[in-house]
Structure formats: structure tokens, C-alpha cells
């Protein structure tokens, strides 16, 4: 009988499956939980709603028209190659009957300096606001991600919390008590273990020998760097284009070399409408813009796939339409940065040893004595005169600069807050005399397009009180030297790198004489500049001997709320905080950073067309492998 008995519990195991899944799978099983409480939340009266602000809340749901719900969010990191078995939730809530309906999210504040042709009131969601449903409809939701972090590729697995409110029953359920329980196997060895090199410049074979400088000096300072041509790749790849080609490239040189950084070197091809390094356009089109460049699309190389890193072809549907959000299709797109990815848009062989002498002197020579001097400048983004219900008082630019002057005075930075609320500018002379005298780091928050920045005087009536900052015309003026700045600039387009003066015949050719050039609302396509050399941002950086060493703005519209909640206004200054805060020294992880915190904490960018837009816009002109400050 005892020879029997081990025999019998064998089959049983057999039987049941337990015998395959402990010798497989159940041996390498990880089991992670978190325990936490929520404090309670405040409730305030905002004229006939109600706000709610809870403290472990680091963002809200924010759709347009939809009430303003306070969530939580966790993050965690595991190696790139964990396979997520399961992820459970369990919320205990606290429920509030509430004696006013929820605050409505504002609309977002178009950043441009063009009248426009659409309001920009609130429009309630009348259908929900009468419904018992409850909104959101689900207690959390997980996402997961494959992103850079700290040179290494992580899966990030983000779990939002929501609070839930039924409109109809005037009903909230907060949550009091989370319990999160992760079932995860890791992986068997390590993934993406090659370190060869840390850049990859990618340029046509026309300006290779011109860059052999900047690779050179990058060599010397531990910066491994190698250079491929366009055409080469193009020889090697078979994409869907010859932008999928690169990305593919970019791919496997993350996985043959290690590559960190992936320098783009080239923009179009003169005036023309061909390219060096082609720009990928989004598809998310709204009633305001139809596509836009983004080089993320380069950055984000892999998505989760049941424990696998994949390839990120930004087209889930396989329509062949890449980043689609319209007509109730979309893409659903990973985001995060898996290469660290900037732009120098140079359009010929003249234009790159002046560059290449900036970022070489600076990282050799930058210093303190100037370079721990910040400016920042703003407005009121959304007055009155773009809004009827405004609040007064409330300037998004100076708001939005405010956070960035914080981070940088609590680290060391003497700042000059040139806002117009105090006086401090007023006009193209005041913002050049600024610059010139010499800062590391500038922050502009406003309204623009490719050829200028300004923003509105406060509580401004009408649109004749826009005050112009800096416009194409003062780039000569800029006169700085060698204490070069980052510059992130606030506003609409001021870093859309494919504008070329082509753009002024074909506007003519597609509109008409008469449309292109109206000048009452709706305005005519001449007044966006997209007609301009170069754009704002780019002209900065690619101005000889002056202006700043990067830059970094929006290639399309840009995006802001009446406060500083998500958006662009909320995306800007966590560079900033990226540097100063989260110690990343080199551009490009500082600006990779601020989408990978835009994801973790705003999120909504596969489910809403404003955040998709603002991650996907927020485009580096520069060498994204910059020590900031320099090496001295």
C-alpha cells in the first residue's frame, strides 16, 4: 500500500495539471502587494459646483465638458521581459451624497496668437451629467509600458485608481483603503545587455565626413558614438517607408550596440518639400489639425506583449495609418521612450560646423558663473479675450513658469521672472536684452506659431492686447555668445521643424489668392507662418555663434488648461524638474523624463486627443546626448 500511495498523488497531479505548472512556470512565479490608505478628501464650492481635491492625487480625469474626478496612481518597474500573470485591485470606498454637481473640465487653451474660429467655452456634457452610470465606469485600470529608465529598459506597470461619481445621484465613491496584489514571472536572463556604443547619429551621406567632429568630440568624452546614412539603411530595411526603416535601424542598434541616444542630422532638404531624416506625422486629427511631426514615433521602439518587448509600429490596427485617433478609430500607442531622440534640422553643409562648434565649446567650456542664471517669461494665456469665463486673475503662462522657477531657485538658480502681471517686459526689445545677457536655462510660456512668441497683457478684453516677445526678425539681435541656453518654449508650433517657404506657393495653389489671405475670422492659412525658413525653435538653435544650444516646443498646436492640471502648461516645466529633481544630466533623458512622468501621472494619452497630442508634439531641437550645464 505505501508503494501505491506516491503513485496515486502523481496521477492526481497529472490529472489536475499542477504537475506541469510547478515544473514549468509556478517555480519562477513572484507574488508583489501593496497596502495603503487615502486621507479625505476636501470639498470646495466653485460658484455652482463643487471641486474635490484629495491629497494622494496627483491628477484628475480631464475630458473636456466631463466632471474633474480626482485619481491615484501607482508605478512599478520590473526588467524589461516579465510576463504580468495578473494584477488585482481591491478598493474600499468612502461614499459622499454631494449637495452640488461635480466641476466640468475647462477646454483646453489653443496656444496660438490667431483669433480663433471656434469657442473655447465650456460645454457641458448635458447626457452625463443626468446619468445614474457611474463615471469612470471602472474602479482602476492598468497600463503597461517598455521605457528607458536609468540607461536601462524596464517594463513599467501603472495602475490609476479612480474615484466614481454617478451625476444622476449626485454620488462619489472615493476610495478610503487600495490593496494591489502583482503575479509576475521574471525573466529566465537579463535582456539588452549589449554597451559597444551610447549615440547613434542618423544623417544622409552627404554631411557624414561634415559630423565627423561632433563624433570625435562625443569619443573624448566617453561618448560612444557611431554615424550611419540614410541611404544605407534605406539598402538594408524593408519597412512600410523610409521612416519605418530607421525606426527599425534604431531598433537593432538598441539591441546589437546598447545605444542610448539617436541624434537625427538633417531636416529638409533646402526649401524644398524632401527630407535629409523624414518626419513622421500623427494622425490625430481634430477640428483644429489634421497631422503634426513627431519624433517620438523614433524614440518609443518596443510594447508590451504578454511578457515580450515588441515592435511599436504606432499602427495596433494595421491600417497603415500610423498614430490614428479620428473617426473612431485609433491607434493604441506604447509612449514611453525607449531611445533617448532629438533633432538638428540643418538643410545644408554650410549650416553644420556652426553647430557642431556650440555644442563642442559648450560641454568643453560651459560654467556656473552663467549657466545657474534661469528666465522665465509669461502671461495670461487665457484671458477673457480668448475666453468669456476666464478667471480673472489667473495667468496660465506666469502660473506654468512659476513651477519652474520654484524647481530651479530650491536648486541652486538665480531667476529672473519676467512676467507681465508685474511689468517686468513689455515687448521684443525686453525679451532680446534678457537673453543677451547670458542664462543656462529659460522657460517661455505664451502663444506662438514658427515665426514668434508673446502673450496676452492680464485679464486682457481683446486680441489687440497680445504683447510680441520674439519674433524671426530678432533672431540677429541675439547677440549671447558663448552662454547658450535651453530654451523650452511654450506655445503653438514654435518647433514645427518641417515648415520651408515651398509652403507659400502651395497655400496660394490650395486656397486662393482671396482665402489665403484673409485677414478676418476664420483667418487665412497665410497668418500660421508655416511659409517661414525655418521655425522658431529651430532658428534658435541653428543661429551661428548666438542664440541657445537646444530648444525645445510644440510641433503643432500646442495645448493648456485654465489651470495648470495637464497639457502643455503642466509637461513644460517637468523638464526642468527632470534636471534638477530627477538628476538627468544629459538633454535628451531630461526630456524623455517629462513624457515618461506625462504618462505615469496625467495619462489619458490613448484615450484623449489633448494628451495624445501633447506627448507627441513635445519635440527636442539639439543633440539629445548634451551634458547640460557642460562637463567643466
Not at 519624433?295 to 509600429?313: H, T
Not at 509669461?378 to 480673472?392: I, K, Q, V
Not at 511659409?531 to 551661428?544: G, I, Q, T
Request: aromatic content about 10%; overall charge negative; charged content about 25%.
Amino acid at each position: 500500500m505505501k508503494k501505491i500511495i506516491p503513485y496515486l498523488i502523481i496521477g492526481i497531479m497529472v490529472i489536475s495539471g499542477l504537475g506541469a505548472v510547478v515544473s514549468s512556470e509556478e517555480y519562477y512565479l513572484n507574488i508583489e502587494s501593496e497596502s495603503f490608505s487615502l486621507s479625505e478628501p476636501f470639498f470646495k464650492n466653485v460658484d455652482s459646483f463643487i471641486s474635490i481635491d484629495l491629497k494622494e492625487s496627483a491628477s484628475n480625469l480631464m475630458d473636456p465638458g466631463k466632471p474633474m474626478i480626482p485619481v491615484v496612481k501607482k508605478a512599478y518597474t520590473f526588467p524589461v521581459g516579465t510576463r504580468i500573470l495578473d494584477v488585482v485591485v481591491d478598493i474600499e470606498n468612502r461614499h459622499y451624497l454631494l449637495n452640488k454637481k461635480i466641476q466640468p473640465t475647462p477646454p483646453a487653451i489653443i496656444q496660438n496668437n490667431i483669433v480663433e474660429t471656434k469657442s473655447n467655452d465650456c460645454v457641458l456634457d448635458i447626457q452625463l451629467y443626468s446619468n445614474l452610470d457611474l463615471y469612470p465606469s471602472e474602479a482602476y485600470e492598468v497600463t503597461k509600458t517598455i521605457g528607458l529608465r536609468e540607461g536601462k529598459l524596464v517594463l513599467s506597470l501603472n495602475v490609476r485608481i479612480n474615484s466614481q461619481y454617478s451625476p444622476g445621484l449626485n454620488i462619489i465613491n472615493i476610495p478610503k483603503n487600495v490593496k494591489i496584489k502583482i503575479q509576475h514571472i521574471p525573466p529566465k536572463k537579463p535582456l539588452f545587455t549589449a554597451d559597444e556604443y551610447d549615440l547613434l547619429i542618423i544623417t544622409d551621406e552627404e554631411f557624414v565626413s561634415e559630423l565627423q567632429p561632433l563624433v570625435e568630440h562625443k569619443n573624448s568624452f566617453g561618448v560612444k558614438t557611431v554615424i550611419e546614412s540614410t541611404q544605407d539603411i534605406y539598402s538594408e530595411y524593408d519597412g512600410r517607408d523610409k521612416q519605418e526603416d530607421i525606426k527599425l535601424r534604431i531598433k537593432d542598434a538598441r539591441e546589437e550596440w546598447g545605444i542610448e541616444y539617436v541624434l537625427l542630422a538633417g531636416g529638409r532638404k533646402g526649401q524644398k518639400m524632401g527630407w535629409y531624416v523624414p518626419e513622421r506625422l500623427s494622425n490625430n486629427k481634430d477640428d483644429s489639425e489634421n497631422c503634426y511631426a513627431s519624433d517620438l514615433y523614433y524614440a518609443d521602439i518596443y510594447k508590451y506583449d504578454n511578457g515580450d518587448p515588441v515592435f511599436e509600429d504606432w499602427d495596433s490596427n494595421g491600417n497603415g495609418i500610423f498614430a490614428e485617433f479620428a473617426w473612431g478609430s485609433k491607434d493604441i500607442i506604447d509612449y514611453d521612450p525607449d531611445v533617448y531622440v532629438g533633432r538638428i534640422p540643418f538643410r545644408s553643409k554650410n549650416e553644420i560646423k556652426s553647430i557642431i562648434d556650440k555644442i563642442i565649446n559648450y560641454e568643453k567650456s560651459a560654467d556656473d558663473s552663467w549657466f545657474k542664471h534661469a528666465i522665465v517669461l509669461g502671461g495670461d494665456t487665457g484671458p477673457p479675450a480668448r475666453n468669456s469665463h476666464a478667471t480673472l486673475g489667473i495667468y496660465e503662462g506666469e502660473l506654468s513658469t512659476a513651477i519652474t522657477a520654484e524647481v530651479l531657485e530650491n536648486n541652486g538658480f538665480v531667476v529672473d521672472k519676467l512676467w507681465l502681471s508685474e511689468g517686468a517686459w513689455s515687448g521684443r526689445n525686453d525679451v532680446v536684452k534678457a537673453i543677451n545677457e547670458g542664462a543656462g536655462l529659460i522657460h517661455m510660456s505664451g502663444h506662438g506659431n514658427p515665426a514668434y512668441w508673446g502673450n496676452f497683457l492680464p485679464d486682457a478684453e481683446t486680441e489687440d492686447e497680445m504683447v510680441d516677445g520674439l519674433i524671426l526678425r530678432d533672431m540677429n539681435k541675439l547677440k549671447n555668445g558663448e552662454k547658450l541656453p535651453i530654451i523650452v518654449v511654450g506655445g503653438c508650433h514654435n518647433a514645427q521643424f518641417n515648415v520651408t517657404m515651398t509652403n507659400f506657393i502651395l497655400g496660394i495653389l490650395r486656397n486662393g489668392i482671396i482665402d489665403y489671405f484673409r485677414t478676418s475670422d476664420p483667418y487665412g492659412d497665410f497668418w500660421k507662418r508655416e511659409w517661414v525658413p525655418r521655425d522658431f525653435c529651430s532658428w534658435l538653435v541653428m543661429k551661428k555663434q548666438n542664440g541657445a544650444i537646444a530648444s525645445i516646443g510644440c510641433s503643432g498646436l500646442g495645448l493648456g488648461f485654465f489651470n495648470i492640471v495637464g497639457l502643455s502648461d503642466w509637461l513644460n516645466p517637468r523638464f526642468f524638474d527632470a534636471y534638477a529633481n530627477q538628476s538627468k544630466e544629459h538633454l535628451g533623458q531630461a526630456h524623455a523624463q517629462a513624457i515618461q512622468d506625462y504618462i505615469t501621472i496625467i495619462g489619458g494619452v490613448n484615450n484623449h486627443q489633448n494628451d495624445r497630442k501633447t506627448v507627441e508634439e513635445f519635440t527636442l531641437i539639439g543633440d539629445p546626448s548634451l551634458r547640460i550645464g557642460g562637463y567643466a
